[in-house]
Every structure is written in C-alpha cells, then in structure tokens.
C-alpha cells in the first residue's frame, strides 16, 4: 500500500496562504511549476492529484509594480513588509550558494573518506 508524500506541496501551500493573508501588496496570481497560472489556488485539485506545485507568487504595489517571490520564509517576510526586494532577492541568493556549498562540502567530506578507507585497507 503505498502513501502519497506529499509535504513539500503542502509546505508551498501553506507559505502561498501565509503570504496572501497577511501581504502588504495586492496579490495577482500564482504559478505552478507545470507552467501555468491561476488567480487563486485549489488544493483540493493540483496538491493531492501531486500535478503542480506553488513555484511563485507574483504581488503588485501601489505603482504597479510587479513582485515575484516564492513561496517561502523569505517570501512571507518580503510580503509582510519587512525586507525589501532587493534584500529578499540576496536573501535567496546566499541560500542558493549556500545549498551547493554545502553539497560540495558533503562531497568533498565522503571522497575523502573513501580515499582514507582505501589507504588503510588495502
């Protein structure tokens, strides 16, 4: 019997609803990572049918201009008001780098440690 796993529809769910109740800008539409866009979103069709996920949502401002942040922590922050998107845009930046910094590291730590069990084993 097998269970659908899935939480990071649900996390993208829940950072979307977190961003549209409490954003200072107007909300436009929201798009998922099949390429479309809606309006609003329906959990009840695209997270448990698992055929799209939250990829962005995109707010306005009073000039009209257009944001396009993820559904994330940083993006609650960016929507609530409390970072710039200059700031939020960095923010996602250094954890972007920071992810493939870390992956290397774990790279680099298990062929070491290959290479130091070949060394003493053979």
């Known amino acids: 019997m097998c ?12 950072m979307y ?5 409490s954003s200072v800008y ?7 990572s099949g ?13 448990r049918n698992g055929s799209a996920l939250i990829t962005r949502v995109v707010l306005e401002d009073k000039d009209g201009t257009l ?11 960016f929507a609530k008001g409390e970072i710039t ?8 930046k250094r954890e972007t780098v920071n992810g493939i910094a870390t992956f290397f ?8 440690f290959m290479y130091f069990l070949m ?3 053979t």
């Open 3 to 14: 269970a659908p796993n899935n939480a990071i529809e649900l996390q993208a769910y829940e």
């Open 17 to 21: 609803e977190k961003i549209k109740k």
């Open 26 to 32: 107007d909300f436009i539409r929201v798009d998922y």
């Open 35 to 47: 390429g479309s866009d809606q309006g609003s979103y329906s959990q009840v069709d695209n997270t």
């Open 67 to 77: 944001y396009t942040v993820e559904p994330n922590p940083n993006g609650v922050r």
């Open 85 to 92: 998107y200059k700031e939020y845009k960095k923010l996602q």
């Open 105 to 112: 590291g774990i790279l680099v730590f298990f062929g070491g």
């Open 119 to 121: 060394t003493v084993f």
